[in-house]
């Protein structure tokens, strides 16, 4: 780019001062990017200049095509419905092993295509959509548990064991456990239904029973994700380890422009899908929850989660999010499994 404004040859283009400081606001990851389209732009329409008002200019092409590749998307799935594009809508596609798919959407792409799918439909379309809402809630076991009388134990356990199955019909339940792994918790349920108050009856329930009097809530992360013409509910994969992080996204990403945060989520996609044995999902939780999302990952191999994470760290979203909140990892085992690890 030319300083002050004067050529260094014949196919040079003049910036003016006030495209200078525009171009210097830029992320410098895609400022070369940015500054040799608007030199391209300049010369196209033989003005030979760069101003402000080709920078705007870029940002509103590049606004403009994203909407319309949203809205042809929208419109072949309208048309012609299939397995493939309800998952492209909802964000996430149920796989019976990590190994089948291992990308899903990547933070914060799940979160756009939700809002996108709902902005544009109309009232009638709107209650076509149905929304899974997951909760992850993290209990520790109090260790006067483990002092307890046999006979106490026994009934406890199976008391509490008899409400989780009671609740099947309506909810689907998928236990981990934390016993050795992490200082916080020892049980993790991730639980998914279509009602927040089916969920919050179940807890209720589970914490009166004679083991829940002795469970402490550590941490209870909230999402959702959405399903088109479906009320399926998500199922998690078959995978061994699940790794739970909140993902709380600084302001600094909010105002960002659009074309600007679509290469930043291209290049986490990117990076997402060098790891096959490695499924993610990412579940919108803004408004039910503190975080923006929820990010799961689940894999049959610890080796795997650790390499993933320490790829993301190395990503530009990365320099966007709070960094402050940290992850859980568990291992998937039976209810009835982990309730014995437990003691007594």
């Not at 349920?189 to 329930?205: A, I, N, P």
């Not at 509910?233 to 909010?254: A, E, L, N």
Request: proline share 4%.
């Amino acid at each position: 780019m030319p300083e002050g404004g004067t050529q260094e040859s014949e196919n040079a283009v003049v910036w003016t001062e006030d495209a200078q400081a525009l171009l210097k606001k830029v992320p410098f990851f895609i400022r070369k990017n940015v500054e040799k389209e608007a030199e391209d732009y300049a010369r196209q329409n033989a003005s030979g200049k760069v101003d402000a008002g080709v920078i705007a200019r870029i940002k509103s092409l590049k606004t403009d095509r994203s909407e319309e590749s949203a809205s042809e998307t929208s419109s072949a799935e309208e048309s012609a419905p299939s397995p493939a594009a309800s998952q492209a809508v909802s964000g996430y596609k149920p796989a019976s092993s990590a190994s089948e798919t291992p990308v899903e959407e990547v933070m914060p792409g799940a979160r756009s295509v939700s809002a996108k799918t709902g902005e544009g439909d109309s009232p009638a379309s709107a209650f076509s959509l149905s929304r899974d809402f997951s909760s992850f809630s993290l209990f520790r076991l109090d260790p006067a548990w483990r002092k307890l009388h046999p006979t106490e134990i026994g009934h406890g356990k199976k008391e509490f064991h008899e409400i989780v199955k009671s609740y099947s019909n309506q909810i689907s339940v998928y236990s981990y456990c934390l016993v050795g792994l992490h200082g916080t918790g020892d049980l993790l349920l991730w639980r998914t239904g279509t009602s927040l108050e089916v969920l919050q009856e179940m807890t209720g329930k589970m914490l009166s029973t004679f083991f829940g009097r002795y469970l402490l809530t550590e941490k209870n992360y909230m999402g959702y994700l959405t399903q088109q013409n479906s009320r399926s509910i998500f199922t998690p994969s078959k995978s061994r380890f699940i790794h739970v992080k909140p993902v709380v996204m600084t302001r600094d990403w909010h105002q960002l422009a659009p074309f600007i945060r679509e290469v930043i989520e291209r290049e986490s996609r990117e990076i997402a899908s060098r790891f096959p044995g490695v499924r993610l999902t990412t579940m919108a939780s803004y408004g039910l929850d503190e975080s923006d999302y929820v990010m799961v990952l689940e894999s049959d191999s610890p080796e795997l989660l650790v390499q993933f994470n320490d790829a993301f760290q190395g990503a530009q979203i990365y320099r966007y999010i709070d960094d402050s909140q940290r992850g859980i990892t568990a291992i998937s085992r039976s209810m009835s499994d982990i309730l014995d690890l437990l003691g007594g």
